[in-house]
Nanobody
Framework: QEHLVESGGGLVQPGGSLRLSCAAS????????MSWYRQAPGKERELVAR????????NYADSVKGRFTISRDDARNTVYLQIHNLNSEDTAVYFC?????????WGQGTQVTVSS
């Protein structure tokens, strides 16, 4: 059974930082490109960062470039999202996605709330 479990979300003040983690199980993690998406209230889910299966390439939404860093640790079957300089527009549920060919798996999400 494939599982993705996100963690690391929470309430943070503007300008703060967080590191989100997504632990994978039940599939061959190293084959999969990994992505982070987010969905704010009343908005569609959007891609914020993606990393290739071998980690040699990353891409980011324009709104997060320079503040978000995606990385992966295949030994731990985990993908990370380091977030700096948070602002209110980053408030959302953040989801992890694994994608390879026709296969795509989603986690349940972790809430990030930016508020003073």
């Amino acid at each position: 059974q494939e599982h993705l479990v996100e963690s690391g979300g929470g309430l943070v003040q503007p300008g703060g930082s967080l590191r989100l983690s997504c632990a994978a199980s039940g599939f061959t993690f190293s084959r999969y490109a990994m992505s982070w998406y987010r969905q704010a209230p009343g908005k569609e889910r959007e891609l914020v960062a993606r990393i290739t299966n071998n980690g040699d390439s990353t891409n980011y939404a324009d709104s997060v470039k320079g503040r978000f860093t995606i990385s992966r640790d295949d030994a731990r079957n985990t993908v990370y999202l380091q977030i700096h300089n948070l602002n209110s527009e980053d408030t959302a549920v953040y989801f992890c996605n694994a994608h390879w060919g026709w296969s795509s798996y989603w986690g349940q999400g972790t809430q990030v709330t930016v508020s003073s």
